[in-house]
């Protein structure tokens, strides 16, 4: 079976051998070991992974690739924030292959700011432990779809392998998705006002968000896609601070008051953390390269809380870089 993944950081793959509810729901745990280590080692899967935001990419790994069975993506990437164009890349994949199941983690913009059904997505996957539950209290995780025969296959292997989340657990998510487009669309607010302060600051090299093109960070080709798919920014904001290094980039984090350290998001609270050394720390270094996941990286995932005193926190943590290339 050959699938494309564009898993956890922009990245894809191609796949050999039949999938099953297996596959679907393995996916929602630990994708980028998933895909690299037990799909080829346990499952006779191979998965080869590309850029599939990367258009020409794309286009070249399906006609080089033997076979198509799945194409999985992320998007915006995590935590690239890289954005690939759903309808494309469906198009691209039920053309090497009709039958051909295509895969959208859509847990940094949806379901308020981004419809992969709407796209032709055939599953789509959240991680319920962050914007759905949206307080840092619960940890799920739901995978969507609108087909008879593969909500089968999830219900058959749910049965026996019972990857249920408890009643408590179920009844949290129902209270938390009375306000989740509250939630979203406020801190998608804050994130903006948060992204262009950002932005400006002499310290920051680069700034990455959705739907935004700022002047040091240009790229028209994902806005153009993100005018066309999205309804939204979101709240995940990606920054590389100046120096581009990892001594830098702690000491930003280390002079935060307000924002907390911490891998999760799209909570209530504003979030900071080092990918290279937290989130995607089990990457090897040559895929953190490839998938521009650098030294001086952080992700920010904005929360409810005012968001001047937010603007100021980080730009004053920013400040304390002012004297590193002295």
Known sequence: MEVLLCACMCRSSLVHS????????????????????VCPERLDITT??????????????????????????ETPANPTLAVSDI???????????QDCLVFVDNTFLGPVFQAPFSHGADVVFYSATKFLSGHSDLLAGVA???????????????????PVVAPDVAWMLTRSLETLWLRMERQAEKATKIAKAVAAHPNVERVIFPGLS????????SQAVWERQCTGTGSMISIVVRP???????????????????????STETLVQHPRSMTH?????????TCGIVEGMLRISVGLENSSDITNDILSALDLLKNEEE
């Open 18 to 37: 039949p999938i099953s509810a297996h596959f679907l729901l393995c996916v929602l745990l630990g994708t980028y070991f998933f895909f690299k280590n």
């Open 244 to 266: 581009n290094t990892r001594e830098a980039a702690f000491k930003v984090l280390n002079g935060l008051d307000i924002a907390h350290l911490a891998v999760s998001l799209g």
């Open 144 to 162: 969507l779809t609108k087909r008879e025969d593969l909500t089968a296959k999830i219900n058959g292997f749910r049965t026996i392998l019972g």
């Open 214 to 221: 700022f002047g040091n960070n240009p790229n028209q080709e």
């Open 87 to 97: 309808a494309k890349c469906v198009s691209l994949a039920k053309n090497k292959n």
């Open 281 to 289: 720390s089990d990457m090897s270094v040559e895929d953190l390269n």
């Open 48 to 73: 080869t992974p590309i850029d599939t935001s990367n258009q020409h990419a794309l286009i070249e790994a399906i006609q080089k690739a033997p076979r198509l069975d799945a194409l999985y993506l």
